[in-house]
């Protein structure tokens, strides 16, 4: 199976900070990788596919970088509405992994 | 819109088998070449994969979850089927259905359903 080991697991910073939260998978999974949002009691909502790509209606402010084992999910000027905790998952093989989340908080 | 709707008990008895219903409207389940899927999350704990459905019955579980699983899909009411047999506590969890296109993340979510495995 593919490992996915995300950092930090909570990160806390104040409305306006940059934020990045990495993820690195055991093996090269190339640009096979997502991020998704998830505020609490919802299910999880997609903000970057093939590694970089911005998923429809997802403020610009979210951008994502990296290939073959090292990931970040930038948030560029972090906002309330961004309290949420973010998962990276590969879908490069089966079976497919998520890394184990980060909680952002506000300050 | 594609919309997924998950059903079927909210609690289940240690031993027995977890079944579960993911709904789709909004497309068929069998055009295209998307794969449909159950992910869980235990409370408080994060996600985990249990399997996928492809167009033309094709389907991949988690082997972590020792051969206790099985997907089907019924093309006719358009929606497909989790069965997880054996549960025990540990498969508490909020069960998600969701489709992706192929070597793409899940772009379509169910609002989820938890089950509780207790006598």
């Known amino acids: 199976d593919i490992q996915m080991t995300q950092s930090p697991s909570s990160v806390s910073a104040s409305v306006g900070d940059r934020v990045t939260i990495t993820c690195r998978a055991s093996q090269d999974i190339g640009s096979r990788l997502g991020w998704y949002q998830q505020k609490p009691g919802k299910a999880p909502n997609l903000l970057i596919y093939g590694a970089s790509s911005l998923q429809s209606g997802v403020p610009s402010r979210f951008s994502g970088s990296g290939s073959g084992t090292g990931f970040t999910l930038t948030i560029s000027s972090l906002q309330p509405e961004d309290s949420a905790t973010y998962y990276c998952q590969q879908i490069n093989a089966f079976p497919l992994t998520f890394g184990g989340g980060t909680k952002v908080e506000i300050k | 819109q594609l919309q997924l709707q998950e059903s079927g008990p909210g609690l289940v008895k240690p031993s027995e088998t977890l079944s579960l219903t993911c709904t789709v409207s909004g497309d068929s389940i069998s055009s295209g070449g998307d794969h449909w899927g159950w992910i869980r999350q235990a409370p408080g704990k994060g996600l985990q994969w249990i399997g996928n459905f492809f167009h033309g019955g094709s389907t991949v579980y988690n082997p972590s979850l020792g051969g206790r699983v099985t997907i089907s899909a019924d093309t006719s009411k358009n929606h497909f089927s989790l069965q997880l047999n054996s549960v025990i506590a540990a498969d508490t969890a909020i069960y998600y259905c969701?489709?992706?296109?192929?070597?793409?993340?899940?772009?379509?979510w169910g609002q989820g359903i938890l089950v509780i495995v207790s006598s």
């Open positions: 969701g489709r992706h296109p192929p070597y793409a993340p899940f772009n379509y």
